[in-house]
């Protein structure tokens, strides 16, 4: 798959919005977002998702799919960026993947490992025991020998019950640690680029942006969206949205909440750059100046993108 695409990637704050847009201008591409919160419908300041005018700019793929309330994971981003992808290709353009979400990244490239081949006898008298037992029962003997997948997968999610358990059966080790295997394997080459800031700028950019986000009015979006219909499990691991939901409720001040989110966000940054190393086949390339907000000269944004392009032979 992941010959059909190029990849523009790196830290959150890193100004990659701004270079892919001017990279999907100088070359045709439309821009597919790698963003695992971004797909949610309303989570738009707390994401940093692209605004109605950038939309109308390039056309964007893979925002706005579900509510908040929905639950949403790598399979489903797989499942619905291949007819994207497809599409694009049909109309002869080129597929600029841009966001942070590493694994998505790591799963587009790579594709998704969950363990040994099917076992198809042993699949089946375990869906036997479901029927039999109950999912309950089911989800019960996962928590004690996975409480890692027990954790993440629901008591009714049948399938991936039964799979996690044919798993540990089949081979005496967990899902968990087969994925973790996975994830700690090398990608195989791609068409990767990525932005690079030193820790200090970064730390600097995401305080500074925490703050504009909050002000932007992070805290009375996350409340409009706790009061239709509310955040499922997925949604609300996106960065901030506790924090700003107890800012709105006066739980909290604007200083002290700004400073929760930072902490985070810096920590997750850092888990990211964890997760670049494994793409040995990217090229990085320093991210451009950043003070006093994210938005860059236009001549600077687009010699970088120029760059980009050569590395992906987009020139």
């Given amino acids: 798959m992941h010959n059909r695409f190029a990849c523009l990637v790196g830290p959150t704050a890193a100004g990659k919005s701004q270079v892919a847009l001017a990279l999907a201008e100088i070359t045709g591409a439309e821009i597919v977002s790698l963003d695992s919160m971004q797909v949610y419908r309303g989570m738009d300041i707390g994401t940093a998702k692209a605004s109605a005018d950038e939309r109308a700019r390039i056309a964007h793929h893979m925002l706005d799919l579900i509510l908040p309330s929905e639950i949403y994971d790598v399979r489903r981003y797989l499942a619905d960026v291949e007819p994207v992808f497809e ?128 002000l932007a009015g992070w805290p009375d979006e996350a409340a409009a969206i706790r009061a239709h219909g509310g955040f499922g499990r997925s949604a609300i691991q996106a960065l901030g949205y506790r924090e700003v939901l107890d800012l709105a409720d006066g739980r909290t001040d604007l200083d002290a909440c700004a400073r929760a989110i930072t902490l985070r966000t810096r920590q997750f940054a850092r888990r990211q750059r964890t997760w670049y190393r494994k793409f040995t086949s990217a090229r990085w390339f320093p991210a451009l100046a950043c003070e006093g907000g994210d938005r860059h000269e236009a001549p600077a944004v687009e010699a970088l993108a120029r760059s980009v392009a050569e590395a992906f032979d987009w020139a």
Wanted: no cysteine; hydrophobic share 45%; proline share 4%.
């Fill in 87 to 214: 599409d694009i290709a049909r109309r002869g353009k080129r597929a600029l993947v841009v966001g942070g979400t590493a694994l998505y990244l790591k799963s587009l490239v790579a594709g998704i490992f969950d363990g040994p081949p099917v076992d198809r006898a042993l699949r089946a008298a375990i869906e036997a025991r479901a029927r039999e037992t109950g999912n309950e029962t089911l989800h019960r003997e996962l928590s004690l020998v996975d409480p890692a997948a027990a954790a993440r997968i629901h008591v009714n999610d049948t399938k991936r019950l039964v799979r996690a358990l044919e798993v540990f059966e089949q081979t005496g080790r967990s899902i968990s640690a087969w994925q973790q295997q996975w994830a700690r394997s090398e990608v195989p080459a791609a068409k990767i680029a990525g932005l690079e800031v030193d820790v200090p700028s970064l730390d600097r950019r995401i305080e500074r942006r925490t703050r504009r986000m909050i």
